[in-house]
């Protein structure tokens, strides 16, 4: 979510901190199941998009320099920058986590519970956010490396496929389970590692687009990105109308329109006019805050509705978690700000 040289630069381009302020609170809409209905396919750009420019602002760093031993040391950066991430909010957490996934322990025995529960720290959900800053680190590392033995061209293929493989398990599990090695495959990935849609096997495809776009590999102008993103926005509405008939469901996570789709959006606001802001860090910072705290303060919200009203409103209980998780990071900043140099400001750097 975060990238350090990105937020030091007090004059930062905001267009992506807007769009990330934006993508957050489709994030928590999708989990609190807000949106009208014909809005879905669209606002499912969330993630997505938040891979794309973990990408590329990784990759524009990265490719800043041509020395490998360089290159190695951005990379531990960036891995350690993230797992300080996961770790701050894992531990600020822990208590809402151990209630969450208690029922990992119960019927299965003390070992199975433990086991299931490394799982989850390691591939899939401890907090709701925690798979996608999981999935950041293992596809980058992955990219990184496959980079010195594959050209650009064969990455981009084999991301590509892995989302296709992606999208089948999310959105259409009928052809899955016309195939008993593919159901295997598919039930073993989900029993050992995770489920597909929400894995490091989706992360992959959206970090090499950004990539693409931090090396300028996708050529266009806004235009072109305009009109890329209007055609697969219908297409990716379609699909989507095809993918509920045949399920009989609304949420599925990856869909193969989705692709285009996001390139579109992604490459229509790298080319818009840039937008200076006083404010674009505190929009940076508050988007993570909001991604990352978002699952917890619903849970909690969206229970207590229950108990005292005997009902969710769920438009009522949106606000509400958006007004907490940003006074969350009000909370973060100020007391960084009070205790400047202390212990309490360099540990709750890490928040972001």
């Not at 489709?26 to 938040?50: A, C, D, K, T």
């Not at 398990?169 to 295997?184: D, M, N, R």
Request: glycine share 4%; with cysteine.
């Amino acid at each position: 979510m975060t990238e350090n040289n990105y937020i030091k630069n007090k004059t930062a381009d905001a267009r992506f901190d807007i769009l990330k302020i934006i993508l957050s609170l489709f994030v928590v809409s999708i989990h609190m199941q807000l949106f009208p209905r014909v809005l879905y396919p669209w606002i499912r750009i969330g993630v997505p998009l938040f891979f794309i420019m973990s990408g590329y602002f990784f990759f524009l760093k990265l490719n800043g320099t041509t020395n490998y031993s360089q290159q190695k040391v951005f990379l531990k950066n960036f891995i350690i920058r993230n797992l300080l991430l996961y770790t701050f909010w894992f531990i600020c957490l822990l208590p809402i986590i151990l209630y969450i996934r208690g029922e990992l322990f119960f019927g299965h025995g003390v070992i199975s519970g433990i086991l299931a529960f490394i799982k989850c720290i390691l591939f899939n959900s401890s907090f709701t956010a925690s798979w996608y800053i999981i999935a950041t680190i293992y596809g980058t590392l992955i990219i990184f490396f496959l980079l010195r033995k594959l050209p650009n061209t064969i990455l981009i293929a084999i991301s590509t496929l892995l989302y296709i493989v992606a999208s089948i398990a999310s959105s259409y599990p009928q052809l899955i389970a016309k195939s008993e090695i593919a159901s295997t495959i598919h039930l073993g990935i989900t029993n050992y590692i995770s489920p597909i849609p929400n894995s490091f096997i989706v992360s992959v495809a959206w970090i090499i687009i950004g990539k693409c776009f931090a090396e300028k590999t996708f050529k266009g102008n806004k235009f072109t990105y305009l009109a890329i993103t209007l055609v697969s926005g219908v297409l990716l509405y379609l699909e989507w109308l095809f993918v509920k008939n045949i399920n009989g469901t609304f949420l599925n996570d990856c869909y193969i329109m989705l692709l285009p789709f996001c390139i579109g959006v992604f490459g229509f606001v790298s080319n818009c006019t840039p937008i200076k802001c006083k404010y674009s860090i505190n929009l940076r910072k508050c988007s993570t805050i909001i991604f990352v705290t978002h699952g917890a303060v619903a849970r909690i919200i969206v229970s207590l509705f229950k108990i005292l009203f005997h009902n969710t409103y769920i438009p009522i209980a949106y606000i509400v978690v958006v007004s907490i998780c940003i006074g969350i990071y009000l909370l973060i900043e100020f007391l960084i700000n009070r205790y400047k140099n202390s212990w309490v400001s360099k540990f709750l750097l890490y928040a972001f």
